[in-house]
């Protein structure tokens, strides 16, 4: 029987606690798993964490005394610690940008009872202190078979909430937390952490606007490439309208698509082959790659001719070509391109086969 006896309803609300918490944290750990296989379903959203954590007892016990204790008491109103903690169970998707967050939740909502949203980015825009209270909040309903359990198993807490932020806010809450919550500071040095908050903010933009920037430069470079069959020495333009000289995956598209109509070049794949380009030439530029490759290419296609023909199941992709073009092109700058037998084997097939004098360019 609830009451207005606080100190009783501390009682009764701490014996409940140590007698689920058991249950409590494994229904965490099914919320959590459930949620991570939802996000995890080739959605298109890349490098989220799903994190999870009951609410410790003394925590739950202030939250109640400062939200809801003294308002019930005023109005005679009693109460049940329990009923008014809708958080006992706390969940947090962490995802890489601000756009991400409403995708991470229409992804989400549909497999529960969704009870309450609160969009705090909207709520607090503008606020001199708002940046570390940024993100999406989801008060929602689950089921016993949501978390592995039988249908109608006795739950004892049946909603939990769901905070949905960028890293960069959730790496400023903490931080903001353990520096405003700890001890009072003085004005001056909070008009510096709300600097700091901007900056953060800030932050969180510049990443999510040169995600686009990168996409629009690896679209563009594969719709050029797809649109015209320019040779591929031909200058690529960057945004600012000047030439660039540079490998880097934009040229780099730009280039072996010429040579690889029919291959679906992955942006992510060709980020860290370039690197591994540069890393065995730091100084290599567009037009040496570009050279390397078109007049090596030739050579190459008949190597993966007799190659493909003698060791059947196992083929040679636009990676392993570029590899080889690479190594035929400066074998002892390339030499890491290729594995040891494979370079062995190459250098006994062209002892056999020399390179032709006149460079092949067709794809």
């Not at 030439?243 to 070049?265: G, P, Q, R, Y």
């Not at 570009?290 to 059947?312: A, C, D, L, P, W």
């Amino acid at each position: 029987m609830a009451s207005l006896h606080f100190e009783q309803e501390e009682q009764l609300f701490a014996a409940f606690y140590t007698s689920q918490i058991p249950l409590l944290r494994t229904l965490c750990e099914g919320l959590q798993k459930h949620i991570a296989e939802l996000l995890g379903r080739g959605n298109g959203i890349a490098g989220v964490k799903v994190e999870g954590r009951v609410k410790d007892l003394d925590e739950c016990l202030r939250k109640f005394s400062s939200k809801y204790r003294y308002a019930l008491e005023e109005a005679n109103q009693p109460y049940a610690i329990r009923d008014h903690l809708t958080d006992l169970i706390g969940l947090r998707v962490v995802c890489l940008y601000e756009d991400e967050i409403w995708k991470v939740a229409e992804l989400i909502r549909p497999r529960f009872n969704v009870i309450e949203i609160t969009d705090k980015i909207a709520k607090v825009e503008g606020t001199d202190d708002s940046f570390g209270y940024k993100g999406l909040h989801l008060d929602l309903a689950y089921r016993a078979e949501d978390v592995g359990l039988e249908p109608g198993f006795p739950l004892p807490a049946e909603q939990f909430e769901l905070q949905v932020r960028t890293i960069i806010q959730d790496s400023w809450s903490v931080l903001d937390h353990q520096i405003k919550y700890k001890k009072s500071i003085p004005s001056p040095l909070k008009r510096r952490i709300n600097v700091l908050a901007a900056l953060f903010e800030l932050a969180d933009r510049e990443f999510r606007q040169i995600r686009d920037e990168t996409e629009a430069g690896l679209q563009s470079a594969l719709d050029e490439s797809a649109l015209q069959d320019a040779p591929p020495d031909s200058r690529l333009a960057t945004r600012d309208g000047h030439a660039s000289s540079e490998l880097n995956a934009f040229t780099f598209l730009k280039i072996v698509n010429h040579f690889f109509k029919d291959f679906a070049f992955e942006p992510d794949k060709v980020d860290g082959f370039v690197e591994s380009i540069k890393s065995w030439s730091p100084n290599i530029g567009r037009s040496d790659f570009n050279s390397m490759v078109r007049h090596q290419i030739g050579t190459v296609k008949r190597y993966k001719q007799y190659f493909e023909e003698r060791n059947e199941g196992l083929k040679f992709n636009p990676y392993t070509v570029i590899r080889h073009c690479l190594y035929l092109g400066d074998k002892e700058t390339f030499k890491p391109a290729l594995r040891r037998n494979a370079k062995e084997a190459f250098d006994a097939w062209l002892s056999q086969n020399p390179p032709q004098s006149k460079p092949g360019s067709e794809a």
